[in-house]
């Protein structure tokens, strides 16, 4: 069973930073991409980082370089996905949803290739 569980959601003030947290399980890690895409309210989903966990390649967003670090750690059927948020923004609230998709897509992050969802989790920046 395919598995995608995000943690670390929150409410923050804008230039403060959250890390958010993924435990992917249940299909071939070398076949995908996994990573992170954001919803904002009234938006279509927005690939902001991702990375093959076959070649350690990461993706961002122009929106989040040098704001945004994606990283992961291996435990043998599973993976931790991380997103290190730092110098948050008010635009960067809403829903952030751990994907898993096809890397044939990569570099493009577009939610119609997402295979795997998880449910989300929620970010929140007051300025």
């Known amino acids: 069973e395919v598995q995608l569980v995000e943690s670390g959601g929150g409410s923050v003030q804008a230039g403060g930073s959250l890390r958010l947290s993924c435990a992917a399980s249940g299909f071939t890690f070398d076949d995908y991409a996994i990573g992170w895409f954001h919803q904002a309210p009234g938006k279509e989903r927005e690939g902001v980082a991702c990375?093959?966990?076959?070649?350690?390649?990461?993706?961002?967003h122009d929106s989040v370089k040098g704001r945004f670090t994606i990283s992961n750690d291996n435990a043998g059927n599973t993976i931790y996905l991380h997103l290190q948020m730092d110098n948050l923004k008010p635009e960067d609230s809403g829903v952030y949803y751990c994907a898993a998709f096809d890397k044939l897509f990569l570099p493009l992050m577009n939610h119609y290739g997402v295979d795997y969802w998880g449910k989300g989790t929620l970010v929140t920046i007051f300025s």
């Open positions: 990375i093959t966990v076959s070649d350690g390649r990461t993706y961002l």
